[in-house]
C-alpha cells in the first residue's frame, strides 16, 4: 500500500451511449462522499469520440477527467475519410489519450505510426496513456524485455516531454483472459519500464507505470502490495459504475 497519488483509469472500449453518464454520476457522487480518498485517486475515463463532448457539459467538477481512447496521427485536420485528430479531441473536452494499445496495435498501429499519433497529442496538450506489453508467444520465448525496450524506444523520442506520458504495461495475453504475472514477475516487468525510460529519457525520476490486464474488483487486493505499480488502466469493470468503485475501495482495504 502507498500514499502516493494513484491513477484509476476507465477504457471503455466501444461501449457506452449519452444514458451511460449516470456511470460517471456515480463514481463521481463516491467521490464526493470520500473526500479523503480522492485526494489520492485520479479517476480518468477514457470514452468513446462521441460521448466525450456530451459528457464534459455535463461534469461539474474535476474529480473526473475524460480521455479518447485513439487518434489520427493528422496534427489537425486533413483528407483522412474517419479520422479524428488530436486536435478534434481536445476541442471536444479531452484532457488524456490512450495510445498504442493492444487492440489497435493489432488493427495495424506500428511503433512508427504511435509514435506520430503521441507527437501529435502532445502538440495538442493531451496527455498521454502509452500502453506497451508483450503477447504470449513473446513471453514464452523469454523476449519480455526486449519487446518492451522496443516499443518504448521506437515510439518515444527525447524531446518528448516524459512529464505528459504514462506508461501502461498490458501484457497482451492476460487482457480479459483473467491469467495474470506472478508478484515477482510483475514487479521486475515495471522496474524494468521505470528504469528503460529514465536512462532513454535522461530523467532522475521516473514516470508513472500503471497495470491493465484483468483487473477486477477481486483481484485488485494481489495489486496493492506491489509498491512499484502507480495505478491501473481498466478495461470491462470500467463499465459498470460498481465494479470501477469496488476496484477502488478494495485496492484501499
Known amino acids: 500500500m502507498t500514499n502516493k497519488l494513484m491513477y484509476f483509469i476507465g477504457n471503455w ?3 457506452g451511449d449519452f444514458n451511460s453518464f449516470k456511470i460517471i454520476n456515480k463514481i463521481n457522487k463516491f467521490n464526493l462522499r470520500n473526500k479523503a480518498l480522492s485526494k489520492k485517486i485520479k479517476i480518468i475515463l477514457c470514452v468513446p469520440n462521441t460521448l ?3 459528457f464534459r457539459k455535463k461534469l461539474k467538477n474535476k474529480f473526473i477527467s475524460l480521455g479518447a481512447q485513439n487518434c489520427h496521427y493528422g496534427d489537425v485536420h486533413g483528407p483522412f475519410t474517419g479520422g479524428v485528430s488530436a486536435h478534434m479531441l481536445k476541442k471536444a473536452g479531452t484532457e488524456y489519450i490512450i495510445l498504442g494499445h493492444s487492440e489497435t496495435r493489432l488493427d495495424g498501429d506500428t511503433n512508427q505510426l504511435i509514435k506520430k499519433k503521441i507527437e501529435s ?6 496527455k498521454v496513456i502509452f500502453c506497451i506489453g508483450e503477447t504470449l508467444k513473446e513471453k514464452n ?3 519480455t524485455f526486449s519487446i518492451l525496450r522496443k516499443q518504448i524506444k521506437d515510439s518515444i523520442t527525447k524531446k518528448f516531454n516524459p512529464k505528459k506520458i504514462i506508461f501502461a504495461y498490458e501484457p497482451v495475453w492476460s487482457i480479459g483472459t483473467n491469467k495474470i504475472l506472478k508478484s515477482n514477475d510483475l514487479k521486475k516487468n ?3 519500464i521505470k528504469e528503460v525510460c529514465k536512462k532513454n529519457f535522461k530523467i532522475k525520476k521516473s514516470p508513472s507505470v500503471l497495470y491493465g490486464g484483468s483487473v477486477n474488483d477481486k483481484n485488485i487486493s494481489f495489486f496493492s502490495s506491489i509498491k512499484e505499480i502507480d495505478g491501473f ?6 463499465q459498470s459504475s460498481k465494479k470501477f468503485i469496488d476496484i477502488i475501495k478494495n485496492y484501499y482495504k
Open 233 to 238: 488502466l481498466i478495461g470491462g469493470a470500467s
Open 190 to 192: 515495471i522496474k524494468f
Open 121 to 126: 497529442s502532445l502538440k495538442q496538450k493531451l
Open 13 to 15: 472500449k466501444m461501449f
Open 52 to 54: 466525450i463532448y456530451p
Open 141 to 143: 520465448k523469454g523476449k
